[in-house]
C-alpha cells in the first residue's frame, strides 16, 4: 500500500541524499533532487504526495521551494518534511512554514527513516481511503500495514472511524475519535487490554469504517501511551521467552566430560528502520 505514496527527497548533500534514498526506497517511488529548481521540474512533471527537503540550500532554500510549490495549483497538494540545524528550527522557522515535521540535523538514519514511514503510512491511508468502495469502508490486508503503523497513522490524521481486525478467527474492535482510542473490545477483554492484545499481529486484515462510532470509553492511555506500553509488554514477553528456550536448549553436563571454553554472541533483532535496509550499524548524517 505505501508503495503508492510519491516522494521527493531533495538534498544539496549527495551522501545524504543517496543514504536515505537507499533507505526509504522500499517504502514509497522515490525520486531525488540536488537543488530546489530541479526539484520544481520533477514536481512539475510527477506531483509528489510528499516532500523531504534540506532548509538550507545555495540559491532556493528548502522554505522557499515549500512556497513555489504550493502557490501552483498542480503541485500543491503534498505533505512536507522539512530537515534543518535546531538553530534554523527555532530561529528561522515556525508552523506557518507549513511543514508537517521536521527533522533536527545532525540525524541518525534510522529514526530519520522511522518518522518520514510514519508520513508514508499515513498519506497511503488517505490514498486508499479516498479509493474506497460505495460503502465507505476501507478493507487492507495487515501484511500491507501492521498494526502499529495503522493506529499511528490514523493518530496523525486525527481520524474518527471503527478500526476492525480480524485474525484467525479471532476480532478486536478500536474505536477512534480524532486519533486517540476510546474504546477497544477484544473477546471478554475491553479497552488498553483488547489494544495490547492485538499488537503483536503481523497477519489478518483491517476494516476501517469512517461512520463507525461510539460511546463507550474503556481505554486509560491515550494512543501514543498504548503503543509505547504495549510495545514494552511485547518486548518484555520476547526477552522471557527467549531466556525460557535458552535454557532448555543448554545440555546438561556429563560427569566425566572436561570443562570446556564457550563463547556466545548476542544478536539483537533488527528494528523497524532496520528492515528497510539498513540492519547494520546506525548512520549519523549531517550537512
Known sequence: MANDVKLLLVDDNPMVLGMLQQALSTLAQVATASDSADALLKAVDSPPDLLVCDYRMPGMDGRQLVEKLKSRPATANFSTVLMASKADIAERLSPQDAADDYLEKPFFLKEATRRIKRMID????????????????????????????????????????????TN?????????????????????LLGDAAVFKVLRWTGGNFELDFEGKTDKETTQLNTQGLLMEGLRLLDESQRDAGGEAEAAAEPAAAPSAPPVATQTAAVAPPSAAGRSGHDEEDVLLDN
Not at 479509493?131 to 481520524?159: C, F, H, W, Y
Not at 484467525?168 to 471478554?188: I, L, P, R
Open 122 to 165: 499515513r498519506i497511503a491511508l488517505e490514498k486508499l481511503a479516498k479509493t474506497a468502495p460505495s460503502d465507505g469502508v476501507v478493507r487492507g490486508s495487515l501484511a500491507q500495514m501492521n498494526v502499529i503503523d495503522l493506529m499511528q497513522s490514523l493518530e496523525m490524521g486525527r481520524k474518527s472511524c471503527r478500526l476492525t481486525l
Open 168 to 188: 484467525e478467527g479471532e476480532k478486536c474492535e478500536v474505536f477512534f475519535v480524532e486519533g486517540q482510542v476510546k474504546h477497544a473490545t477484544y473477546g471478554e
